[in-house]
């Protein structure tokens, strides 16, 4: 039997790859707002990244993530991410 394929996504702070569903999606929609993506349906422009305390703290001081979404992303956005961690 044919084994199913498992979609891999790079995150963009550690550039390592990993299963789709072990990475979080940030999503800047086309009206331009930035939201936590969690289902990876979304529609928009998104960056992956790792759902790691350090890799988070790292993307906001960074600012990588703005330069990816080319939007500026809102605090929040980062918190939002921080709570998801304390709650796992």
């Keep these: 039997m044919k084994q199913k394929k ?3 996504r790079t995150c963009v702070i550690t550039k390592e790859k990993y299963p789709k ?3 979080i999606r940030i999503v800047r929609t086309p009206d331009g ?9 979304v ?3 998104g960056a992956y990244l790792k759902l790691e305390r350090e890799v988070i703290l790292k993307a906001q001081k960074t600012k990588a ?4 979404l080319e939007t500026v ?5 980062y918190e939002e ?3 998801m961690i304390s709650e796992s």
């Design 6 to 8: 498992i979609p891999m």
């Design 21 to 23: 569903k072990e990475l």
């Design 33 to 41: 707002t930035v939201e936590v993506d969690t289902n990876g349906r």
């Design 43 to 45: 529609n928009g422009h």
């Design 65 to 68: 993530l703005n330069r990816y």
């Design 73 to 77: 992303v809102p605090d929040k956005i």
């Design 81 to 83: 991410l921080l709570n």
